[in-house]
């Protein structure tokens, strides 16, 4: 159980405490259980009739809700640094790069790959992320994607299976789909609990993308997907089609496209990762256009070897806003909150009575600086479900 005082501003996401997006409360104090949930926050100067356990002053700071990270691939072995080097020197991203990392991975032993999440994802926490998805998706054969996903399990409960991320060297596309569909996913599905599908030039395309996300609903998964990272395709309007809970990249999008994810009303989330975007020097997203379309926009990192190889959400948050040309409000709430409705999940995200005690105190006043300070580590404390797990209070 623990109390936090003077928090110059604290975001809660919660609209009822004012206007704007994020539910700014000033001057404000937090209270949580021992189970690691918030009892109850509000104004310093009612503190007092809610707990009688000695407050940590935080001095002032900001306080966020924990970063929601819906979109990694940390299950991989080896890096692809050369290929960064090339593709710096200019040679173009593919997604063929996959294949390399397929390999590396399938040479780890298990220890390595779980050693691999473990790496990343302390990383990630550091720098705020209180809950991260894993996925699978650089074994692509039925043992390594099942221990893929054994690995990424040791993390966190968010894990995705992404056996359909490209098709392996050698093995025929439909016989491919066939085994994703059958024996993989029989095999997978026990350790995830979505399932993903890249749909996108040199992966898959929309026929075998459904085929792919039916199989993994039928068999109780919960649907994601990469679609229009790298060009413009139906991925987006399959997403849609089926109602997946977020379609990530969407990098190329059609107007129609746009009109498709505003008309569900926020159950099917488009999450950008402007990072991937970023370390492939491609075009990014237009998440104002999303946005001002009425369409439900989440950030995530994209965490992986070979087109985004960053864990930070601080940095997703600054690319959003200087680059994407979202409010600092709208971005910062990308990154919490709209990564939990990526995620379906009510109990992050925000910070209201009954959250998950997931929260960052940053070493600034108000969370503008995360934006404003580009590549600058302001993470003072990152506190998961009641307990300080990185830095100090
Ligand atoms: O989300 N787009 C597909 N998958 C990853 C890239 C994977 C890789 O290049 O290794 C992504 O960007
Ligand atoms: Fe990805």
């Known amino acids: ?17 004012d206007s704007g997006l994020l539910g700014v409360i000033t001057d404000a104090a937090l209270v949580a259980d021992e189970s690691g949930r918030i009892t109850w926050v509000g104004k310093q100067q009612d503190l007092t009739s809610h707990t009688d356990i000695r407050p940590i002053d935080v001095g002032g700071r900001c306080v966020i809700p924990g970063f929601v990270d819906s979109h990694t691939h940390l299950v991989f072995a080896g890096d692809r640094a050369e290929e960064f080097e090339a593709r710096m020197a200019g040679r173009p991203y593919s997604a063929g790069g996959i294949r390399t990392t397929m390999t590396a991975t399938r040479g780890a032993s298990d220890d390595a790959l779980r050693a691999n999440v473990a790496r990343l994802a302390a990383e990630a926490l550091a720098s705020g992320t209180t809950t991260i998805e894993v996925k699978s998706g650089y074994g692509l054969s039925t043992p390594d994607e099942e221990r893929s996903l054994v690995a990424a399990r040791t993390a966190t409960t968010e894990t ?9 060297p050698g093995v025929n596309a439909d016989d491919y789909v066939a085994e994703v569909t059958g024996p993989m996913l029989e095999a997978c599905a026990p350790h995830a609990r979505w399932i993903d599908v890249f749909c996108d030039r040199g992966a898959f395309d929309v026929d075998q993308a459904r ?17 229009n990272q790298l060009q413009h395709g139906g991925g987006v309007a399959l997403g849609v089609e089926l109602g997946v ?3 990530d990249h969407c990098t190329h999008l059609a107007d129609t496209d746009i ?5 569900t009303s926020g159950s099917t989330v488009a999450t950008l990762l402007p990072t991937a975007e970023l370390c492939t020097r491609s075009p990014f997203p237009n998440a104002r256009r999303l946005i001002d379309a009425g369409v439900t926009v989440a950030l995530a990192s994209d965490c992986n070897p070979g087109s985004s190889y960053t864990t930070s959400m ?8 200087i680059s994407m040309h979202m409010t600092c409000d709208e971005a910062l709430w990308a990154a919490t909150a709209g990564g939990a409705k990526a ?19 940053l070493n600034a006043a108000s969370h503008i600086h995360l934006a404003y300070r580009p590549g600058v580590a302001q993470i003072g ?12 209070l």
Request: hydrophobic residues 50%; contains cysteine.
């Open 343 to 361: 995620l379906r999940r009510e109990d992050v995200g925000s910070l209201k009575p009954g959250s998950r005690a997931d929260l960052v105190v």
């Open 160 to 168: 995705t299976f992404l056996g359909a991320h490209v098709v392996p």
């Open 1 to 17: 159980m623990f109390a936090l005082t003077g928090i110059g501003k604290l975001v809660t996401n919660d609209p009822i405490h």
């Open 381 to 392: 404390a990152v506190v998961r479900e009641g307990r300080v797990v990185a830095g100090s």
């Open 314 to 321: 601080p940095l997703a948050i600054s690319l959003g806003v």
């Open 245 to 247: 809970a977020s379609c």
């Open 211 to 227: 085929e792919i996300l039916r199989a993994g609903a039928a068999k109780g998964l919960d649907m994601r997907m990469h679609a």
């Open 259 to 263: 009109e498709a994810l505003a008309s």
